[in-house]
């Protein structure tokens, strides 16, 4: 086959494509901002966008993120591509109930983002797959980000060796999604609010000794001011400060140690329930990539790796791997849970 063959038999596969095959739009609702990926039946990307978001009210972000999907379907597929060979999937880092389509409880702190300091906001109980599905006319699934990120990994990533795996997702604050048995776990999973403290902090949820009263941007910058009585903008000022030579430094660094302890208390957690082969932790680079000077993740990952010390011996076995967070994994991971639960394609690793 000469190289103009190989073309044409491109062209004519993808011309079978745009008259058959199944998209999803996946996208990620991040804090004041949207990011958007398009997915092709085989579960690749093939276009990505990225938006800023004025203002994070409901009305506002349906209308951002149908716009999105919208385009992303015009500039790859044509303005008249039908939408119902078209599904949405969105993700967001709060809890959902993902067979209404619904977003439980989603929160942004006032000081969540350092410097920049958006306003605030929550919603409660919003209707986002129906209000989705109703504005941009193709068949919508909504997930929690954490579960998103455990689709990524079940089609592309830890999947393709491991039949039961966690991924455990730190952002502002920690969640975590399962996959036992090659199937994802659709029970809500509040990883970040097992008690592994009994008199520690109070944790935002208002319960003692969460995971979360420790672990998250959120948390641990609160906890390193504490100890520490230094004002601080951030969790990447927070991690400078146990890297750096100041007075305060130790006790910051006793806050990375405590996060560690934390995540790894509710790894044995996960393991003795479900007994993954496999937990894959992502989190922001500055957590999780140590070396020489690096205080912060060093302390943090030397206490992640006392896991075994917490659970049956049974279970020491697993394998425990770090990840940076990636600018669209989340927002892929929503469009290969839209390609599951709208088309019925099943997530098998590729
Ligand atoms: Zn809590």
């Not at 079978?16 to 579960?43: K, M, Q, W």
């Not at 209000?131 to 393709?160: I, M, P, W």
């Amino acid at each position: 086959m000469n190289a103009n063959d190989a073309k044409v038999r491109q062209i004519l596969w993808r011309s079978r494509e745009l008259d058959n095959g199944f998209y999803a739009i996946g996208i990620e609702i991040l804090p004041y901002e949207l990011v958007g990926v398009l997915v092709e039946t085989d579960g690749m990307v093939t276009a990505r966008a990225r938006r800023h978001l004025a203002v994070m009210d409901p009305d506002e972000v349906v209308k951002r993120v149908t716009e999105l999907a919208g385009k992303l379907v015009t500039d790859a597929l044509g303005c008249g591509f039908p939408r119902n060979r078209v599904c949405l999937g969105v993700q967001v880092g709060g809890p959902v109930d993902p067979d209404t389509g619904t977003v439980l409880h989603l929160i942004n702190g006032r000081d969540d983002h350092g410097r920049n300091k958006p306003p605030p906001y929550e919603w409660v109980n919003v209707p986002l797959g129906a209000r989705l599905t109703a504005a941009s006319g193709c068949a919508t699934a909504v997930e929690n980000d954490a579960h998103a990120f455990a689709a990524y990994e079940q089609k592309l990533g830890v999947g393709q060796e491991s039949a039961t795996f966690a991924v455990i997702l730190i952002r502002d604050g920690v969640g975590a999604g399962l996959v036992v048995r090659r199937e994802r776990l659709h029970a809500p999973t509040e990883f970040g609010h097992l008690l592994v403290w009994p008199r520690g902090r109070i944790c935002d949820c208002g319960m003692r000794g969460c995971i979360e009263s420790q672990v998250g941007s959120r948390a641990l910058t609160a906890v390193v001011k504490e100890r520490t009585g230094r004002e601080l903008d951030g969790l990447e000022a927070a991690i400078a400060l146990a890297d750096s030579n100041a007075t305060q430094a130790p006790q910051a660094v006793a806050a990375f140690r405590k996060a560690g302890t934390s995540i790894a208390r509710g790894i044995a957690t996960v393991l003795t329930v479900f007994g993954p082969s496999h937990v894959i932790v992502y989190a922001t680079e500055g957590l999780i990539t140590g070396g020489p000077g690096h205080r912060a993740a060093n302390t943090f990952l030397r206490a992640v790796h006392t896991f075994p010390a917490h659970t049956l011996h049974t279970s020491r076995g697993c394998q425990l791997r770090t990840q940076r967070l990636d600018a669209v994994r989340g927002a892929h991971g929503a469009a290969l849970i839209a390609l599951q639960s709208c088309f019925g394609i099943r997530l098998q690793p590729h």
